[in-house]
Structures are given as C-alpha cells and as structure tokens.
C-alpha cells in the first residue's frame, strides 16, 4: 500500500503536460492515420482541427493582459508539422484568425469571436494573400467595398481561401470604392452572396478546404470590421502574421530528419557520401527555432530592424524547408518516390511553405525595398 500511495504522489507531482505536448499527441494518435487522406483531398480534419483548440492550441497566443507571445502557438504548429505539413499549414490559417479577432479594437467582435475561434468551435482561415501581395506592388486588390447604412457591400473574388468551410469564417481587405481606404473584415462563408468554389487539383494540401471565394454584393455588417481603415491593423498583426508560419516550416523540417535517421540502417553506408546530411539540419533547425523563439517574444516590436529579421528568417525556413525535404528523398533513393513513401509527401509540403504568402520571391522583394 506504502509503495502504491508513494507512486500516486509521484504522479501528482508531475508537472501538467504542455499544450505542444498534448497536440503532438492528439497529432501522432488521431492526425497521422489522417495525413495520406488529407494529402490526396479525400479528408478536410475538422475534428482534428476542434480537438487541438480544446487543449488550448489555438489561444496561447491570445494578448491578454500584456504582451503577445507566439513561441507556445509555433511549437504546437510544428508538433502538427511534423505529423501532417498540411495540417499545420490549416493550423496556421486558424491562428492567423485568432491573431485577427485578439488585435481588433472592434471589442464586441473580439468579444464574439474570440473564444468561438481560439477554442476551435468555430474555425476559419485568412484571405490576406492578395491584400499582403497588394502592399508591395504585386498585384491589386481583389475586393472593392462601399459605405451602407449598419456596415457596406462587398464584390469581387479571391482565387484561393484555405481552412474554408460553409460555417467558417476568415479575414480579409478590401478597397473603398466611394473614397480613398482599405477596410478589414471578416467574412462569414455562411452567408448566400458568399460563394465557396472547389479548386482545381493541387500538387499537395487538397484537404484543406481551399476555395475560390466569390462575394456577389455581400453585406458586411459593423459587427464583422476588424479594422477601419486597415493599415495601422496591418502593421501591428504582420509580423505575427509571418512568424506563425515558421511553424509549419520547423515541423516539415524536422519529419525529414527522422526520414533520414530511418534509412540510416539500411542505406548509411551509401548515404554518407552525400553532402547534406541529418546532423546539419539538426544544427539548421536548431538554429532556426532559436531565432524563431526569440522573435515570437515580441510580435508587436514596431523597430524596422525587428520587421527585416521576421522577414530574413521567414525567407530561411521557407529554403530549408526545401533542402531538407530534397535530402530526404535523396537519402531514400527510389522507396521515397513510392505514392505510399511520406518522403514525397513532405518535398511537395516543404515546396509549399517556400511558396505560400509571403512566397521565397515576394520575401526577397520585401528585404530589396526595405
């Protein structure tokens, strides 16, 4: 009896398992018999999605009295990555809404959302890659936007929306037709003049319910404006807005370690005349996260300097994500070109992270102008 009382205060003891720790388990148990689904489009994870909100991956990085920190929110994503790249890349859509609704001044949006988001009771993404490429010079925006009475009326469309469903909602900007602005939102896929179109067939990421978004002169009351006018909004959520994505970067990253640790046995002895080998990306990731970690600290820094080093490191995990995937399949050979391999998988993830806004070339416009 002594011996069993000493073993229940030993657990008592423990400390409570980390939000990252609980999503690498729902990840490893309940997402990875999920992950080929997902990858060839079949399964859109919403369950999954729902499950890591209840264990608080979607609210660490909630500011709420005192600063923002992202670093809980990063290591909960690439726990996800290092699972599903697709998955982690939905998880980022989810935060990047929750980033959205937790910096708004519109308080009873905040209000309404906040919990409805954060907890994954309701889920979401973010349409801010035409704005994001529109504020650089590379396309135009999309949206156009007038004043009505209680809100204003928003046309156009958006060729790609990701984490999308016909109960979610995510955010966007649009341009002011009747005066000079740019106006943030949020739209509610719920609504009739709000139509969700499947797109074609990607490479990878096809479960995770990515749309072409058309608004036929929606109605977008008061009580969903994020921000207006969005450009202040947009300079304090940007760096967060990028940061989160180093967590699908870190994870991809380090699934293609294990990939090369596995195939260490039975191909070590020719694989060690490659160049790139798993003890350099151990050193690369590490590096990464270090700086990563540093910078989630303080997501609202407004200093130019902070901005060029969000934008520098974004830029690196994108190019690492890449070299790891390609020595992954290098170090496979011909078993990680089979459709069932995950080394496959995770070069055509990892091609994704280097190309999702902000892509590699728009990132290196970003530190050019800056």
């Known amino acids: 009896m002594g011996s069993l009382a000493l073993s229940r205060a030993d657990i ?88 959205y609704a937790a910096n708004s001044t519109n308080m009873k949006l905040a209000k309404r959302f906040g919990d409805a988001f954060s907890t994954g009771r309701v889920l979401g993404g973010t349409g801010l890659s035409n704005p994001m490429k529109s504020f650089f010079g590379i396309e135009k ?8 009475e209680g809100g204003y009326i928003v046309r156009g469309a958006l060729p790609w929306v990701s984490n999308l469903g016909p109960d979610h909602y995510f955010g966007t900007i649009f341009e002011r037709e009747d005066e000079p602005g740019l106006v943030m939102f949020l739209a509610d896929c719920s609504d009739p003049a709000i ?60 699934d293609c370690i294990n990939i090369m640790d596995e195939v260490g046995g039975p191909l070590g002895h020719i694989n060690r005349y490659l160049p790139q080998q798993p003890v350099h990306f151990r050193d690369l990731a590490a590096e990464l996260e270090a700086e990563t970690m540093a910078l989630a600290r303080d997501p609202h820094n407004e200093e130019e300097t902070y901005w060029r080093k969000v934008i ?37 993830e990892a091609y994704f992270v280097a190309i999702v806004t902000p892509a590699t070339k728009q990132l290196r416009k970003m530190l050019a102008d800056s």
């Open 312 to 348: 520098a490191l974004r830029l690196r995990a994108g190019e690492a994500s890449v070299a790891a995937a390609h020595a992954a399949m290098l170090h496979c050979g011909a078993r990680g070109y089979l459709k069932s391999h995950r080394a496959q998988r995770r070069l055509r």
């Open 141 to 148: 925006l999309k949206l156009k936007g007038r004043k009505v």
């Open 12 to 99: 008592l003891d423990q400390p409570a398992p980390s939000i990252a720790g609980e999503v690498a388990r729902i990840a490893r148990e309940q997402l990875a018999p999920l992950a080929a689904g997902i990858d060839d489009g079949s399964v859109y994870p919403a369950e999954v999605l729902r499950k890591f909100g209840e264990v608080g991956a979607w609210g660490s990085h909630m500011p709420h009295e005192g600063p923002a920190d992202l670093r809980c929110a990063i290591q909960a994503m690439a726990a996800i990555g290092e699972v599903c790249g697709a998955t982690a890349f939905m998880a980022w859509c989810q935060n990047t809404l929750v980033w």
């Open 195 to 254: 139509t969700l179109t499947p797109c074609k067939p990607f490479l990878a990421m096809d479960g995770t319910g990515t749309y072409g978004v058309q608004f036929r002169d929606a109605f977008v009351p008061d009580e969903l404006i994020l921000a207006d006018p969005a450009g202040p909004f947009v300079k304090k959520i940007r760096a967060g807005f990028i940061l989160l994505q180093a967590g699908m970067a870190l994870g991809v990253i380090r």
